[in-house]
């Protein structure tokens, strides 16, 4: 099953102006929130918090609400090597896999180290490159576990 | 249909003859008023020098700033004892205009305003919803007036609490409704977020500030609806003098009633029909408050062609008024462009607001624009493109780089009235 492997990000829009920041980890944390990936984007004046969290559902009928503009967006997560060279396996594997990473960050929520990548889908179903990936030899961690 | 078909389809000599006769009655009016009896001496030029309509580019242009320069009542050809009413214009700076009205005025005023609304398809028995200021303000009892002139049941709903607005047109079953463009959008969002039902709306009348085609398509697709054009000016008797028909290209303006003249705002020349400038009216059956070539400040051109509706000659939909023109680096920019290019992109919402300052001795435009939340994607890379497409897209229209902003939906202020997206924060 490809499906268990797709993970819910919220990808909330965020003007850059003072406490911005501050009022969505205040939303995080009103909602009892626990963030196992997070990220800032920023682009000219403003920028996307991208966050992998426990309840994306509750979380983000919570933003809604406050009038944020947010959406969710399938990425999936690697298991690195705790090595020097764990990045590049992983990389490189996506590279002759023709995978490409539109934009990934680290996660800290399991024992290993993780990479959340968002792969670009202009021409690939997510449950193709799933499997791709699988194929490749890499460990993708399954959305369940991310919640712990 | 035609309210009075003689006078909206007069044309040629017939009406050439109507318009001499009532300018030669106006000019004599004028000579009550101070203002006139020293332009015309200033000038060299007595009233019996006005024998031909081409006689009248002998008289100088009256100015806004004369009328205010007249408060409050310098400029009254009739003695007080036959004023019937009175409105004043908003000043932007210092005191308004008055402006007087006696009881032909009025009538004839409410006239022009009952032939809009049967052009446009309103009948005795049809339900108008006024939702316009009736206070000082011409566009609340003008409408009301012309609207009660054709039997129309109206319901003068004045501006705010848009909630009940909507559940009036839905509990009362009300056909058609006037008022600015940017509260008809607000208006249109509200009604959405109630799944209101507003089916029995057929037609918008909207008026008092600069819209564009785009806005146009939107709120009829989104309303239901026909919505029409309305032009006016308080000096000129309030809303109603130029209106479209159902052909909704470009304004009938009442050839019996105004005199039209097309001029290069710097030199004054009066131009051909086709060539965009300054209109300067010159209103042919004002009593109270007579005026002269009326400078009005508003871009816009005489159209060439003839209407398939059997109506006079046209002008075309607004460019700008030259009050709200910018002038930013140089450039002349009305916000009516910007909201043109805006409107044609779909990933931007329905808001935006124009901030102009001055950064070491620069003009700097910065734009704010909500981003239409259904076509929110989550990318930044999607943001990061639209925010440069507007910024293109701008460029190519004004001519001109914006800083451009994107917000979120709902952030920016809406607007009651007349909307004020245009913040100029330059010291000079
Ligand atoms: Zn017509």
């Given amino acids: 099953m490809t499906s268990e492997y797709r993970i819910k990000q919220l990808s909330i829009f965020a003007p850059n102006t003072p406490g911005t920041l501050a009022e969505i980890a205040k939303i995080f944390l009103d909602n009892e929130v626990n963030i ?30 406050k009038n944020y503009l947010l959406k969710f967006t399938d990425v999936v997560a690697v298991k690195m090597s705790d090595v020097p060279g764990g990045l590049y396996d992983v990389a490189s594997k996506f590279g002759a896999a023709g995978l490409n990473i539109e934009y990934a960050y680290a996660s800290r929520s399991t024992t290993t180290p993780t990479l959340v990548v968002y792969v ?27 919640r712990i | 249909m035609f309210w009075n078909e003689k006078m909206e389809t007069l044309r040629g000599k017939e009406l050439q003859e109507l318009q001499l006769k009532r300018l030669k009655e106006t000019v004599a009016r004028t000579q009550n008023i101070g203002f006139y009896q020293k332009m015309f001496a200033e000038a060299g030029i007595r009233p019996e020098d006005i024998k031909t309509l081409d006689d009248l580019s002998k008289i100088p242009f009256t100015k806004k700033a004369d009328l205010r320069g007249g408060y409050p009542f310098g400029f009254l050809a009739v003695p007080m004892s036959r004023i019937n009413r009175i409105h004043t214009t908003s000043g932007t700076t210092g005191k308004p205009t008055v402006v007087a009205y006696t009881k032909n005025d009025l009538n004839s005023w409410s006239e022009l305003i009952a032939r809009n609304l049967t052009m446009v398809g309103l009948r005795e028995g049809d339900m108008f919803q006024n939702a316009s200021n009736y206070s000082l303000f011409t566009g609340g009892l003008g409408f009301h007036y012309g609207a009660e002139r054709i039997g129309c049941a109206v319901v003068p709903a004045g501006v705010g609490n848009t909630k009940r607005q909507i559940e009036m047109i839905q509990d009362f079953g009300v056909n058609a409704i006037h008022c600015t463009p940017s509260y008809a959008m607000h208006l249109t969002e509200v009604a959405e977020d109630m799944h209101a039902n507003l089916d029995s709306l057929r037609i918008g009348v909207f008026g008092a500030e600069a819209w564009s085609e785009n806005m146009r398509r939107d709120l009829e697709n989104r309303l239901n609806i026909k919505a029409y054009d309305s032009y006016g000016m308080s000096e000129l008797f309030g809303p109603g003098v130029a209106f479209e028909c159902p052909e909704q290209d470009g304004l009938h303006i009442w050839h019996d009633c105004y005199i039209v003249e097309i001029i290069d705002p710097k030199t004054g020349e009066v131009l051909p029909a086709g060539e965009k400038g300054e209109m300067v009216v010159t209103p042919l059956v004002k009593e109270a408050m007579p005026l002269l070539r009326y400078r009005t400040g508003d ?26 023109m910018l ?40 734009i704010d624009v909500e981003i239409n939340k259904h076509l929110f994607s989550g990318e930044l890379s999607d943001l990061a493109r639209l925010q440069n497409k507007i910024g293109k897209a701008l460029h190519e229209t004004l001519t001109l780089r914006a800083n451009v902003q ?23």
């Fill in chain 1, 36 to 65: 196992s990936a997070f990220c800032i984007a920023e682009a000219n004046n403003f920028g996307v918090v991208r966050a992998v969290v426990d309840k994306p559902d509750a979380v983000f009928a919570a933003f809604e609400k």
């Fill in chain 2, 406 to 428: 994107l917000v979120e939906p709902g952030s920016l202020p809406r607007f009651e009235g007349k909307a004020k997206r245009v913040v100029d924060r330059r010291t000079i």
């Fill in chain 2, 299 to 324: 871009i816009t051109m005489l159209m060439e062609d003839d209407c398939p509706c059997g109506r006079g000659q046209k002008i075309a939909r607004l460019f700008g008024r030259s009050d709200d």
């Fill in chain 1, 120 to 146: 670009s889908n202009t021409n690939i179903s997510l449950e193709a490159a799933v499997e791709k990936i699988l194929a490749s030899g890499l460990v993708l961690v399954r959305a369940a576990e991310m």
């Fill in chain 2, 327 to 366: 002038t930013v680096r140089g450039i002349n920019v009305f916000p009516s462009q910007i909201e043109h290019v805006l409107k044609n992109i779909p990933e931007v919402g329905d808001q935006f607001m124009v901030y102009i300052d001055r950064v070491n001795h620069l003009d700097e435009m910065t």
